[in-house]
Nanobody, 124 residues
Framework: QVQLVESGGGLVQAGGSLRLSCAAS????????MGWFRQAPGKVREFVAA????????YYADSVEGRFAISRDNDRNTVYLQMNSLKPEDTAVYYC?????????????????WGQGTQVTVSS
């Protein structure tokens, strides 16, 4: 069992930046690939980014490529999502996710554990 707790969400103006954090506890963090999903009101939850166990491989949704960066610190059992050049359409609840493969984390079927989510609101 892995428990995931997100933090760092909030309200920011368009063009601004936020960094989300996800702290993991329970089973060994370094065994899991990690990722981020988001869900806007009235929309399905969508993949945002994923990172491999080693941190050497990363994957991004086209909509955030070049603006967002995922990273992890295995010593701190934490994964981060640095979000730059934020747009109003980035407004959503952001969820941390853990799975066995970063490639598989690009879809729901690859997620073994979910966090509770943190709200990100980007004003225009």
């Amino acid at each position: 069992q892995v428990q995931l707790v997100e933090s760092g969400g909030g309200l920011v103006q368009a063009g601004g930046s936020l960094r989300l954090s996800c702290a993991a506890s329970g089973r060994t963090f370094s065994f899991y690939a990690m990722g981020w999903f988001r869900q806007a009101p009235g929309k399905v939850r969508e993949f945002v980014a994923a990172i491999s166990v080693s941190g050497l491989r990363t994957y991004y949704a086209d909509s955030v490529e070049g603006r967002f960066a995922i990273s992890r610190d295995n010593d701190r059992n934490t994964v981060y999502l640095q979000m730059n050049s934020l747009k109003p359409e980035d407004t959503a609840v952001y969820y941390c996710a853990a799975g066995t493969s970063a490639i598989d984390l690009r879809s729901y079927s690859g997620v073994g554990y979910w966090g509770q989510g943190t709200q990100v609101t980007v004003s225009s």
